[in-house]
């Protein structure tokens, strides 16, 4: 009886054996390679606004501290999007016909919010408090990165889990003295692995990467 | 392949975007769309009520009262200096000549904290001009809590004694290193 299949057929099946394993690799590889990506994160990405405010302009430009707007990042979880008239403390005077302030004014005068675009937005099961990151010496810098020079903001972090634990598992490679968490552009010292260990102790920053310390 | 991929990437967010409200969300339910509900008026916290009207108003019957509320010690002026330099700076500057940035981008420059109508003024004055805004001035009431406003008005009193100080105010000491 003929055979079916040419003998040259059996060299298939074994590399086809072989191959599985690296297919297998690439795919998973695919797979982490496409949730880190920035279009799965969106990191990276510059969001659309109503009004095209530009972080660079008023702290890189004018150097307002990032607290005459976020107001309760020191003492709550949130950091606080300011109300209007926080804008209009300014644009009141200043640029105060301009059109691109219309949103502004118009929220103002009818006491409507505006609605901006959530650039950070944390899966709901992940618990986070900027409060307590300020106090143990973890700048804003360090999550959101060069906000002074970010005419439209993007999320700078990917902001998974992989990038939380980092600094959860080693938190002196970025820890701060506690005067310099407000500062853009600092310069880490040399030796900034034994400074954070330092002030790690100092701070009493514990290492805290058990699974309900976010997700509680 | 990439299908299975992309199919990875599609799956449904539920447990990402739960049916709760976060602080400041976006909210079909309310008519004005704000999900953090604004009080109601006359809503007192428990423990909230501003009994203290010295502090909380910085005025004894219609005068502004001289005296703060509480003991200005090193830190309450540091703590002031610090929020000074968050909420005053951009327009008084970080002396108090009132040329900061803001200023110098158009604002009209409020006056300068080393006039003789604002040195003699009383605390109570600074108190009442943060908590309710003066003329071109707003108010910062709903940005400075109550005892900062105070830590502030204690820096204030800081820069305004730095720019009339002599040498005799330094600490005999040190007077060397000042005149170099």
């Not at chain 1, 003998?7 to 795919?27: E, M, P, Q, R, Y």
């Not at chain 2, 707003?138 to 406003?149: G, H, K, S, W």
Request: glycine share 6%.
């Amino acid at each position: 009886m003929a055979q079916i299949f040419h003998h040259s057929t059996n060299t298939f099946s074994k590399l086809s054996i072989f191959g599985a394993v690296f297919i297998l690799a690439l795919l998973l590889w695919l797979f982490g390679a496409f949730s880190r990506s920035s279009y799965a994160t969106q990191a990276g990405v510059d969001r659309e606004q109503p009004v095209p405010f530009s972080h660079a302009h008023h702290v890189g430009g004018i150097g307002i501290d990032c607290r005459y707007c976020h107001t309760s990042v020191e003492t709550s979880a949130v950091a606080g999007i300011p109300p209007t008239k926080t804008c209009m403390n300014c644009h009141s005077q200043v640029w105060n016909s301009s059109p691109t302030l219309e949103p502004v004014r118009e929220s103002f005068r009818s006491d409507r919010s505006i609605e901006w675009t959530r650039v950070h937005d944390l899966p709901d099961f992940a618990y986070f408090n900027h409060s307590i990151h300020l106090k143990k010496g973890m700048a804003c810098e360090v999550c959101h990165g060069r906000v002074d020079k970010m005419p439209l903001m993007h999320q700078q972090a990917s902001l998974q889990m992989e990038w939380c634990l980092d600094c959860h598992r080693n938190p002196e490679k970025y820890v701060r003295r506690r005067e310099d968490v407000f500062k853009m552009g600092y310069e880490p010292p040399a030796d900034q692995l034994a400074f954070g260990l330092h002030l790690v102790k100092e701070y009493k920053i514990q290492s805290r990467t058990s699974c309900s310390t976010c997700h509680r | 392949m990439v299908g299975l991929v992309l199919l990875a990437g599609a799956c449904r967010q539920d447990m990402h975007d739960q049916p709760k409200y976060e602080p400041l969300e976006a909210s079909k339910f309310f008519a004005d769309r704000r999900a953090s509900r604004p009080l109601v008026a006359g809503t007192v916290a428990r423990g909230h009520l501003r009994e203290d009207v010295h502090f909380y108003t910085g005025k004894s019957g219609d005068q502004d009262v001289t005296t703060f509320p509480f003991a200005v010690t090193r830190e309450v002026i540091e703590r002031g200096q610090g929020r000074y330099n968050v909420y005053c700076r951009p327009c008084h500057d970080p002396t108090g000549y009132g040329l900061g940035m803001v200023v110098r981008r158009g604002l009209r420059r409020p006056p300068s904290f080393h006039i003789d109508r604002l040195r003699e003024a009383p605390v109570g004055h600074f108190y009442d001009v943060m908590t309710n805004g003066f003329g071109l001035m707003p108010d910062y009431a709903a940005q400075i809590p109550a005892r900062d406003r105070w830590a502030i008005i204690a820096y204030i009193r800081v820069l305004q004694r730095s720019q009339y100080a002599t040498i005799e105010d330094v600490p005999a000491d040190k007077r060397a290193e000042v005149k170099k």
